[in-house]
């Protein structure tokens, strides 16, 4: 079935560090791909999205590139701040006639001052 | 715009008790989803509406969980005689029907633990 393997954390950077996550997906179709972030004690936002190959996806200083021939949407962001620290969920929805997402398992991050 | 409500935020319970959780999503917002999430998992799809309509039941859904949106408004989200299993955080997403985007807004979560 439809799946997303992110990488696993935790990762602790220090401020201003490079920040990337991992994320690899499983599909039969041509599937829309997402980041959420979820800040402590704090729902799941959007972060961003792509929905066809070589889609940008970019919010907040983040982006994430769709790569079709490497399965892959990894996320990055130049230089990090304290208040990045949150929860991390790559997901996506297999097609466009399906709405429902299918999430990784999350990636925790933590910025240190 | 409010944003996605839930209610309660936190939920105890005893094995075999019955309960029922509340999701008032954003109002023009037709699609309702449920979500289940587990500790240091992602969330995992439930079932989602369409207005009122119910168009798809995962099979994570037992017979003891059973959902409804009666007026295609809010939705409440029932399980029966709980299991210590169920122990998760319950979420609730609510989208406008636009293909090209499916932007799920999500809610802050019912905790439930069953003791």
């Known amino acids: 079935g439809d799946s997303v393997t992110q990488m696993e954390g935790p990762v602790t950077l220090s401020e201003e560090a490079f920040l990337t996550i991992n994320c690899t997906y499983t599909?039969?179709?041509?599937?829309?791909l997402f980041w959420y972030v979820q800040y402590p004690g704090e729902g799941l936002q959007l972060l961003l999205k792509?929905?066809?190959?070589?889609d940008k996806g970019s919010n907040k200083g983040f982006e994430a590139t769709y790569r079709k021939e490497t399965t892959s949407f990894h996320l990055e962001k130049g230089s990090v701040q304290v208040s990045d620290s949150a929860v991390y969920f790559c997901a996506l929805s297999a097609t466009l006639n399906d709405y429902k997402l299918s999430f990784g398992a999350g990636t925790t991050v933590t910025v240190r001052a | 715009d409010t944003g996605v409500s839930q209610d309660p935020r936190h939920k105890i319970t005893k094995r075999g008790q019955n309960v029922t959780f509340r999701c008032d999503p954003i109002?023009?917002?037709?699609?309702l989803y449920w979500y289940r999430q587990t500790l240091g998992q992602g969330p995992e799809f439930l079932t989602y509406?369409?207005?009122?309509?119910?168009?798809?039941k995962s099979r994570l859904l037992s017979d003891r969980f059973s959902a409804e949106r009666p007026k295609g408004s809010f939705s409440t989200l029932e399980i029966q005689r709980t299991e210590q299993g169920d122990s998760a955080m319950y979420l609730c997403?609510?989208?406008?029907?636009?293909?090209?985007?499916?932007?799920?807004?999500f809610g802050a979560g019912t905790r439930l633990s069953v003791l």
């Open positions: 792509a929905t066809k190959a070589d």
């Open positions: 599909a039969t179709g041509y599937p829309s």
């Open positions: 997403a609510s989208s406008l029907g636009d293909l090209a985007k499916n932007i799920q807004y």
């Open positions: 109002s023009e917002h037709n699609r």
């Open positions: 509406f369409q207005n009122e309509a119910q168009l798809e």
